[in-house]
């Protein structure tokens, strides 16, 4: 029974010569949840809310077809719903990878694509004030042309992956501490 449910004198016992009765003799064993407590995550966050939020952005296009070519409300009404999604997942980016900046998991920004990003950002906040428009004129004209903009944005920038960070240089690649 004490080898499940071990009484004090055991206990005591063991933390005098804690490798006695160990699987593995000279090692100090410890419970591995609390003795290495992880606070920093082995990649950076903001990639994977970007990807999920440009996902939401370029299914706008396909939306904002179906309306205009079936008239049903619906489709207007998937479409504000997908740019309010995509806006909130953008947003949740920022402040990931605000967070990935002060953790240092992105040694720094490459500019051209976060101001690409922004700049789709901003064009879906305007294609959302279009869309908040009634009836045909929210999407017809300047709604799906903003989300075609915006579509072809975010598949170029994604091309290379969703990531803000700048790369390093394979050949000239140095230790990030």
Do not use: C
């Not at 804690?18 to 593995?24: C, E, K, N």
């Not at 920022?94 to 967070?99: F, H, K, M, Y």
Request: aromatic share 10%.
């Amino acid at each position: 029974m004490d080898r499940f449910f071990p009484t004090d004198d055991i206990v005591a016992e063991r933390s005098q010569n804690p490798t006695q009765g160990s699987p593995f003799p000279g090692r100090r064993h410890e419970i591995w949840a609390f003795s290495r407590l992880r606070l920093r995550l082995p990649r950076p966050l903001h990639p994977r809310l970007i990807g999920a939020g440009a996902t939401l952005l370029v299914a706008v296009v396909a939306t904002d077809l179906a309306y205009s070519k079936s008239l049903l409300v619906q489709w207007e009404n998937f479409s504000i719903w997908l740019l309010t999604g995509g806006l909130l997942l953008a947003m949740l980016a920022g402040i990931a990878l605000a967070l990935d900046l002060a953790l240092h998991r992105v040694p720094r920004i490459d500019w051209m694509r976060f101001l690409g990003f922004a700049l789709a950002v901003l064009l879906s906040v305007l294609n959302a004030l279009v869309h908040s428009r009634d009836a045909y004129t929210a999407v017809a004209p300047q709604g799906l042309e903003l989300s075609v903009i915006v579509a072809a944005i975010l598949v170029t920038l994604g091309w290379r992956g969703w990531s803000v960070g700048a790369r390093l240089h394979p050949f000239n690649a140095q230790e990030i501490q």
